[in-house]
Every structure is written in C-alpha cells, then in structure tokens.
C-alpha cells in the first residue's frame, strides 16, 4: 500500500473533539512533512494543516486555535487534535504524505476519514 492511512474520523457534537491519526506508507521512503486537508459536500478540497519535519506546523485560518498538529516520530504518525468542534467543520478528512519514488518525490493522498459535526 502506498498511500497513508487516516483513522480516528467519527460523529461528535458541536463543541466536541476528535483525535484524527495518519500513518504513511510502509512500502516509500516518505518524508515527515505531512499534511491535512478536509472537503465538505459540495465544496473543494482545502487545507487544514500541516508539519514540517522541523517541527514547523501551519494552520488555516478556520482552525486556528482550535486543531493542534502533532508528530509521533517513534510510530511515525502525525496527529490532528481537533477540538471546539462547529457544523462546519464536518467534511471529509484527507492526510497527504510526500514519498520518493523513482528519484522523484511526490504526493500521496489517503482514502479519507469522515467527520460529522451535530449543531
């Protein structure tokens, strides 16, 4: 399997929290820079956040304050802490990794996990 698998979507109430879980291929080499991004029905797909291998996290505006990214680098997964939960952040939830193959780096994207947020 190449691309990353995403885990921890689910139905929470609005001012909830969610745990969500991304874990990149076994089978790459990939790098530790990994990324969220959601899409709501009906919407495009836009970012959410991401983690530089540095340490460097970056946020969009919509979440900022209430989604904190983190690195667990001995299970080399990264993790979205999402609290403060509103209806509108009820989307689709994409994990996208970067992976080296064939010389070339490029972009892996998960299946997906699901969030349901309840007014």
């Known amino acids: 399997q190449v691309q990353p698998v995403e885990s921890g979507g689910g139905s929470v109430q609005a001012g909830g929290s969610l745990r969500l879980s991304c874990a990149p291929s076994?089978?790459?080499?990939?790098?530790?820079?990994m990324s969220w991004y959601r899409q709501g029905e009906g919407k495009e797909r836009e970012f959410v956040s991401s983690?530089?291998?540095?340490?460097?996290?970056y946020y969009a505006d919509s979440v900022k304050g209430r989604f904190t990214i983190s690195q667990d680098n001995a299970k080399n997964t990264v993790h979205l802490q999402m609290g403060s939960l509103k209806p509108e952040d009820t989307a689709m939830y994409y994990c996208k990794t970067k992976c080296l193959v064939g010389g070339t780096w490029s972009d892996y994207w998960g299946q997906g996990t699901h969030v349901t947020v309840s007014s």
């Open positions: 076994r089978q790459l080499y990939c790098a530790r820079d």
């Open positions: 983690i530089e291998s540095d340490g460097s996290t």
